[in-house]
């Protein structure tokens, strides 16, 4: 019974030891494995940790997916590269095209990067780029924000010949996970989108606001300031006035028709 025990433990430490990542020599450990393969469809998308590199060989037209996990405050960033076929072998230009999903399939948009790209006949790669939001820890029902979980990249071709189909591609890719609060290019505001301007003025047109005045010596003076629609005197009063004693005799003309037809129709004759 003790040696049963003994060998079951030795098969144990030795298979532990096999399936161990290796460590470098300082410490650190070893590369990633490169992943050649890359999945046809969501259900069989091949799964990548981020910085693990990838390099499938695949055809031109093929649908490819990699699917990986992000985790909240993470800024998802990923780079494709697609090594053409030759150019004699090629009849006309190709558009290559990244999309990612999140775990309910919702298409996420890309805060930087070319998501896509038009390879010419005589182009020998292409590269694509795409930086993702950042993964928050909860969101509203209703909205689209990309929460932790797992995601889907997509790489397509489209717009291509028919004679192109089947040809030899590489696609290398990289996903990478960043930590914090990672603002895309050109996220920070530089300058005010409208320039400050004193409160109570109006510029004239063409002329830009004098940055040396103050509030108070720009702001318009009392009598300025109460002049407006219902500032004395103004046309408007006299119309209103107008328009009211005309009304109040229509009135007193129309109750006198009703009340006494008939001293109007004599008076009339």
Known sequence: MRASLLLASAAASAVLA????????????SPQPTIGTAGTSFL??????PGQPVSVSASTGDYLYWSFATAAGQTGRIAVTVALPPAASRHGA???????????????ACTAGPQNATAAAGT???????????????????????LPGTYYLRLTASGLPEQDLGLPIRADVRISAKDGDARPAGA???APLSPAVAPGTTLAPGASPSGSASPVSSAPKPAERVKGWFSWPSSRWWW?????????????A????????????????
Not at 124 to 146: I, K, T
């Open 44 to 49: 069989t998308a091949t799964t990548v940790r």
């Open 254 to 269: 129309g109750y006198s028709l009703t009340r006494h037809p008939r001293r109007w129709f004599s008076a009339l004759r």
């Open 240 to 252: 209103t006035i107008g328009g009211g004693v005309l009304a109040a005799v229509m009135a007193v």
């Open 18 to 29: 096999a399936t161990a990542v290796p460590a470098a020599a300082d410490g650190s450990p």
């Open 188 to 190: 920070k505001l530089k």
């Open 124 to 146: 020998a790669r292409v590269r694509l780029h795409c930086s993702l939001r950042q993964v928050r820890a909860w969101a509203e029902p209703w909205s689209d924000d990309p």
């Open 94 to 108: 190709a558009t290559y095209t990244i999309d990612v999903f999140d775990g309910l399939r919702r298409r996420q």
